[in-house]
């Protein structure tokens, strides 16, 4: 943790991301350079050293996911960021750590593609491929960014949630949000709520690596501590040894919904503003949300009674947050630097409503004036 905890810092994005992911514990980090990302890796070579930890700059995505996956079954907070072709390298060793039940925390810095694209440009293209990127039939946990304050609260939380939930979680910033300075004021150590992971609480002997509990969440023992514990991407039983029992398999893929549907309460984060008499309303995530915020409060200044929900969880997506504005609101506008992939969640949630999109992907960021031009005419 930054020992200027408590002053007013003027920090870049990326910065607050690495102050979060330590203050949240992580201990590891292993990855490639990559643009917007970079600044991460950066920081993290120097900041880990110097509080015990680990850094390692790897070949590849590919190797730096494998690493952070064996770094968190030793025992060990883990975190790799990236962005656009490193996140897809990931894909693979990502579906493990789903397999496996592995608690670390990706951060893709999202730009312009498909392939190398605008590598310097902000994009949202990679928010279904956070959800569906890899492969299988299995819940994830995907968190957005919006601010500098954000990069560092929404990533503690998600630190807090893979340890709790034995998941991989997926924080997606831009080149926006990445790049701002902003001012932040980094809170106490002792206010920072942190979680980790639940330890056995029984003797090697009588430790069953993925015995199910009331919660779906099998208590984890870190690799080297004496207890017997095998890991495999191959679906397998209580014991970590592969299965093609039907019925186990089914028990299997069912827990790890199991688990997610349970804390559906907590996982879902959204942050709505002026929505209490709010007649029209934006649904936004990231970058674009900060214009939208601006765009609201100028409607706001002309007497139009405008709201923003701003999405922090995309997945599972926050349907009963989205579900009540779209209930209360007659018209919804949900702008994206995509050609639309969030608006067709909303348009799952409800289709009586009048739902608006608008799309750029010139790679250049959705400008509050262009959102203030929909909500006149809403």
Not at 243 to 263: C, M, Q, S, W
């Amino acid at each position: 943790m930054s020992e200027k905890t408590g002053q007013r810092l003027l920090l870049q994005g990326n910065e607050a991301m690495v102050e979060g992911a330590l203050a949240a514990g992580c201990r590891f980090f292993a990855g490639y350079p990559i643009t917007p990302a970079s600044e991460i890796a950066e920081l993290m070579s120097l900041r880990l050293p110097a509080v015990g930890g680990t850094f390692i700059q790897m070949e590849d995505e590919i190797a730096g996911m494998g690493a952070v996956i064996g770094a968190s079954l030793a025992g060990v907070k883990s975190l790799t960021a990236t962005s656009g072709p490193g996140f897809s390298l990931m894909q693979e060793n990502l579906g493990f750590a789903c397999a496996a039940e592995v608690p670390c925390v990706v951060v893709n810095v999202m730009r312009t593609g498909p392939s190398t694209g605008l590598s310097t440009s902000p994009a949202q293209g990679d928010v279904m491929q956070a959800r569906w990127g890899t492969h299988g039939d299995h819940p994830v946990i995907v968190l957005a960014v919006s601010t500098v304050n954000d990069c560092f609260t929404v990533i503690v939380q998600a630190f807090n949630l893979a340890e709790k939930y034995r998941v991989p979680v997926i924080v997606l910033s831009d080149e926006i949000v990445a790049h701002t300075r902003e001012a932040v004021v980094l809170p106490d150590p002792a206010a920072i709520t942190v979680i980790d992971r639940m330890r056995p609480a029984v003797p090697p002997e009588w430790y069953i690596p993925y015995e199910d509990n009331s919660r779906g969440v099998p208590a984890m023992a870190e690799m080297g501590s004496g207890y017997r514990h095998h890991v495999t991407g191959l679906i397998h039983d209580v014991r970590g040894f592969p299965t093609e029992r039907p019925e186990e398999v089914d028990a299997f893929i069912r827990r790890l919904f199991h688990k997610i549907t349970n804390g559906f309460t907590e996982i879902q984060l959204t942050n709505p503003v002026m929505m209490e008499d709010a007649k029209i309303a934006v649904i936004a995530y990231g970058a674009v949300s900060r214009s939208a915020l601006r765009a609201v409060r100028q409607a706001r200044s002309q007497g139009i009674r405008a709201g923003l929900l701003q999405l922090i969880t995309l997945y599972p997506f926050p349907r009963k947050a989205v579900e009540a504005v779209l209930a209360q609101c007659r018209r919804v506008l949900v702008p994206e630097m995509n050609m639309g992939q969030v608006i067709r969640e909303v348009k799952r949630v409800n289709r009586t409503t009048e739902i608006v999109r608008h799309n750029r992907v010139d790679g250049q960021l959705i400008t509050p004036a262009e959102i203030y031009a929909h909500l006149l005419a809403m």
